[in-house]
């Protein structure tokens, strides 16, 4: 049965959680398909929901940034100063984990993702529910993220309990992932917190990715739409492709690089719904959350599996 999408039914949002089951919820970031992130019966309900590989590490979601001795007492004074300054808000930090946690959501790791959303409605329902709550994005694995709620009902909707709405994600890709483990810290996934301002935040070097991927949203092909994926430098280099290219059309929001982030992925999404073959996509600049958008553009148009 395909779900209808609840505005306020946080209550019977709270129940499903507690019964085990699933909840997609709007995060500023994009929608995360979450369970109670301590049942490991639970968490492998996101996994089967999902088809995502299960030693693919979930990211963990806390009501409030106090939270982390709780749920990672062995966090670096990195990792506090990073939470205490950016929490709520879209930066995952990876931290040792503890026995509060099952290894499941980890993937089998030692390590844990842990983050704090600035969405009000994600805040009250993990404050709610009482538990930390498991959320990777909440598309099928592989597939582009989604950034309101109609978009999870169209991919999810069959397998999710409830989807709460709470309007378009004002980030519109996924948080910055930042492993605290290693020394200095490294970015393993691009976002709005940037690289350059954590490194201004700790006073340190920030190492970028490096090595094999470690991170899911690291592998190539990942937020794939159907339609082909075309990276450009120019606008004048996406008007000549177009010209000679069938079905195709232009993605160019380099003016305004927060609407870039924030329609992303919808524009992907649209490209498919409208029969496009070949999306023209020009890549913003690589600052700020350009880095981010440049990242997400070069996994949509990587070679497909
Ligand atoms: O913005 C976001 O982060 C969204 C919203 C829903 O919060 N969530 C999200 O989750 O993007 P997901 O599952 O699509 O991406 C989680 C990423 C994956 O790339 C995963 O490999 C990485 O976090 N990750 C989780 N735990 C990790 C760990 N212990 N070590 C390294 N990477 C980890
Ligand atoms: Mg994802």
Redo the contacts with the bound molecule.
Sequence with gaps: MTRRLVRDDLAGAVDAIRRGGLVA?P????????ADATDPVAVARIFAAKG?PVD????V?LADPEDLDHWAPDASAVAHRLATTCWPG?L?L?VP?CDLLPAEV??G?D???L?V?AHPMARELIRLAGVPLA?????RFGAV?PTTAEHVRRDLGDVVDVILDGGPCP?G???T?I?TTVSPVQV??A?AVTADQVAELLEATVDAPSGPA?????LASHYAPRCQVRLVDTSDDAVAIAAGTARSRILDLTHDAARYARDLYSELRRADDDGVATLIAVLPDAHGLGHAIRDRLTKAAAPRP
């Design positions: 919820m995060t500023e970031t994009v929608y995360g398909l979450a995502r693919h590490p979930l990211i979601h879209p995952t990876i984990r980890a993937g790791r390590s844990v993702a983050r959303p959320a990777p994005s909440a598309n993220s980030v890709v996924e948080s992932i492993d393993l996934r976002g470690r991170a899911s949203g690291m």
